[in-house]
C-alpha cells in the first residue's frame, strides 16, 4: 500500500535550517509530481511547494519563495524541503503529499521556530 513517512522537523531559533524528508513506498515513485504542504494551529492547510518527476520543475508558495527548496531522489525514493531562514510564522506540521488519482497524504512533522 502506498505510504509517505515525513521526518526531520523540530525545533529551532527564528534564522535557522531544517531538512525535511518523505519516504515514499507503494507505488511507482519516479512517475509522479509530489508536494509539500503546511498546516499551522488554526488554519487551513496550504500548500508550500511541489516538484515535477524528474525534480527539474519546481513551484513554491510566495510566502517561501527563496528561502525553501524541494528536491527528489529518485534511487532513494524520497523527497526533500530544505527549509532556511526560517521566520515563527514558517511553525505548522509539513505535510508531503502524493496524487496517484487518489490522494495520499503523510503523518506529517511539527516544525516550530521560535522568536
Known amino acids: 500500500q502506498v505510504q509517505l513517512v515525513e521526518s526531520g522537523g523540530g525545533l529551532v531559533q527564528s534564522g535557522g535550517s531544517l531538512r525535511l524528508s518523505c519516504a515514499a513506498s507503494?507505488?511507482?515513485?519516479?512517475?509522479?509530481?509530489m508536494n509539500w504542504y503546511r498546516q499551522a494551529p488554526g488554519k487551513e492547510r496550504e500548500f508550500v511547494a511541489s516538484?515535477?518527476?524528474?525534480?527539474?520543475?519546481?513551484n513554491y508558495a510566495d510566502s517561501v519563495k527563496g528561502r525553501f527548496t524541494i528536491s527528489r531522489d529518485n534511487a532513494k525514493n524520497t523527497m526533500y524541503l530544505q527549509m532556511n531562514s526560517l521566520k515563527p510564522e514558517d511553525t505548522a506540521v509539513y505535510y508531503c503529499?502524493?496524487?496517484?488519482?487518489?490522494?495520499?497524504w503523510g503523518q506529517g512533522t511539527q516544525v516550530t521556530v521560535s522568536s
Open positions: 516538484i515535477s518527476t524528474t525534480g527539474v520543475g519546481t
Open positions: 503529499r502524493a496524487r496517484l488519482g487518489l490522494d495520499y
Open positions: 507503494g507505488f511507482t515513485f519516479r512517475n509522479y509530481a
